[in-house]
């Protein structure tokens, strides 16, 4: 049987710069299923901490882009569902307050834990990321400047990041989705790790050429 494996990232040693030499031959980190993350440790070997940084993010982005967290993350008005991000179905929009429009509200159908019966995901104060939290679309690199910018996260500090990160419920129902539906990979537990490293190493952004600003 054949196990996907996550892509495995091939980081070019920092070859540049003045100081102390570093090794020119390029890191491969260890190849994971694609179910799995990598841990904070496998990222020890990437001496130079801004690299490490972008790397750690980099892991972290497996799950932010993962569609049991991007599709409530729109970059639109209606919620995404399933693995190929299709709209919503039955159609319904953010309204002014992301919870959904009178008639429809997110939480007449979306209650506190998941409905086997019916399918219907849940997890407490189920509702929309706001617009400026849109992440669908967006590089990893966009994304991580996003999350660093206080007036498109929420008004957030690192600090708060990292906790959102590792303990926030609706964050935490991406690895119990119900159904059969696939979870975000690894734990939130490995996730909030990775984040909190990111952190810890100077939070770092991924290269992005695109959209960098
Ligand atoms: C009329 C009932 C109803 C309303 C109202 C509703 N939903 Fe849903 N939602 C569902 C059902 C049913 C599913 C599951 C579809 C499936 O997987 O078969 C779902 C799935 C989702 C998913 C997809 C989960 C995934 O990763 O596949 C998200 C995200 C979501 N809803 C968000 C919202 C938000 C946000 C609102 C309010 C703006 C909302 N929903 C309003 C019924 C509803
Ligand atoms: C049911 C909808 C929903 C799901 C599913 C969801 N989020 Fe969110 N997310 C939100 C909402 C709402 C906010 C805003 C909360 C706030 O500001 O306190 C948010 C905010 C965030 C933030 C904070 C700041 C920012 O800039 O966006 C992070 C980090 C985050 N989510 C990560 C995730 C991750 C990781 C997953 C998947 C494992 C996920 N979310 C799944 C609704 C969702």
Known sequence: ????????????????GGGTPRSHAPLVLREVPITELRS??????????????QALFGEAS???????????????????????????DPPVV??????????MQCASCHQDRN????????????HLAPIEM??????AGAICDQLKDPKRNGGKTLAQIVEHSA????????????????????????????VAAWVETGAACPDNPQESR
Not at 1 to 16: H, K, N, T
């Open 62 to 88: 497996r799950v932010l882009l993962h569609p049991r967290c991007i599709n409530c993350h729109p970059a639109g008005d209606v919620p995404h569902q399933g693995m190929q991000l299709q709209l919503h």
């Open 94 to 103: 953010r309204g002014a307050d992301n919870r959904g429009v009178a008639g």
């Open 134 to 139: 849109a992440w669908v679309g967006r590089s």
């Open 115 to 126: 409905q086997p019966m019916t399918r219907v995901p849940g997890a407490p104060n189920w």
């Open 167 to 194: 303990h926030d419920e609706l964050v935490a129902w991406g690895w119990q989705p119900g159904a059969d539906r696939e979870p975000a990979p690894g734990t939130q537990q490995q996730f909030g790790a990775l």
């Open 1 to 16: 049987m054949q196990v996907p494996l996550a892509i495995g990232l091939v980081l070019a040693g920092s070859a540049c």
């Open 40 to 53: 904070v440790g496998d990222f020890a070997g990437i001496t130079d901490s801004t690299a490490r940084s």
